[in-house]
Each structure stands twice: as C-alpha cells, then as structure tokens.
C-alpha cells in the first residue's frame, strides 16, 4: 500500500492538515498505527485513512463468497472464532468498517483460513 505524504493531502484526500495531524496524535494515544506511518522525518497518510482495512477485507470478503455456500456462513465462521455474534460480524461486512484495528487484523486471517479451508482449487493455486 502506498502512502501519501501529509503535505500533499489536502488537495488529495480533501482533509485539512490539521485534522489529519489531531487523528494521528489520537491514534498515537490509542495504540493505534495502520492510518499513518513516519518515514525519514516525514509523515504519511493512508490513502483510505478513515477505513484502512477496507479494500484488504473486502476483497478477502469476495473470494470468500465464491467459495461459501452463503453469507451466513462465513459470518458464523468468523463469529464462533471471535466470540461475536453472528449477526454482528454479518452486518461488520455489510459496512465494511472496521474502526478497530486488532480486529480488522483478526477477521484478515479468519477470511484467510476460510478461503483455504474452502476452496476447492487450494491444491491446484499452491501448487
């Protein structure tokens, strides 16, 4: 993924400097380091700051349909993992957002082992 620089995001990303420098400051106080990213003194902007698992989720949440028999079952798969409801993890893919990053991370690898466990070409694709 490819970040843009913070001086370049107000014509891009149509976000003032400021506000983008306020959320960095709040993620840094949460923990929290998948918007931005601090390279050789500069700072960083992920293109999808507000969601920045969106495109990787949703993507792993497509090839996941093609091999699931239905949308329930992959939200059932990921609830029994994550102790979540079934109809929470549902609508989280409804949305697409992911506010909580750990999360986010999780569901990755449960869509991951799902399309693995799930596909019938695994063999084929691997090898």
Same mark, same amino acid.
């Given at each position: 993924?490819?970040?843009?620089? @913070?001086? $370049?995001?107000?014509?891009?990303? &149509?976000? %003032? =400097?400021?506000?983008?420098? !306020?959320? *960095?400051?709040?993620?840094?106080?949460?923990?929290?380091?998948?918007?931005?990213?601090?390279?050789?003194?500069?700072?960083?902007?992920?293109?999808?700051?507000?969601?920045?698992?969106?495109?990787?989720?949703?993507?792993?949440?497509?090839?996941? @349909?093609? $091999?699931?028999?239905?949308?329930? &079952?992959? %939200? =059932?798969?990921?609830?029994? !993992?994550? *102790?979540?409801?079934?109809?929470?993890?549902?609508?989280?893919?409804?949305?697409?957002?992911?506010?909580?990053?750990?999360?986010?991370?999780?569901?990755?690898?449960?869509?991951?082992?799902?399309?693995?466990?799930?596909?019938?070409?695994?063999?084929?694709?691997?090898?």
């Amino acid at each position: 993924m490819h970040f843009i620089p @913070l001086d $370049c995001c107000e014509r891009v990303l &149509e976000a %003032s =400097r400021i506000e983008l420098l !306020r959320l *960095k400051w709040t993620d840094e106080k949460n923990g929290r380091n998948d918007r931005f990213v601090k390279q050789g003194g500069k700072i960083f902007v992920h293109p999808n700051y507000k969601c920045p698992h969106f495109d990787d989720i949703s993507e792993l949440y497509y090839k996941a @349909l093609e $091999c699931a028999k239905s949308e329930k &079952e992959i %939200s =059932r798969f990921i609830a029994k !993992r994550t *102790k979540k409801s079934e109809h929470a993890i549902y609508f989280y893919f409804r949305n697409f957002k992911f506010k909580n990053p750990d999360f986010a991370r999780i569901v990755t690898k449960l869509l991951k082992i799902f399309i693995k466990q799930n596909n019938l070409f695994a063999e084929i694709e691997n090898g």
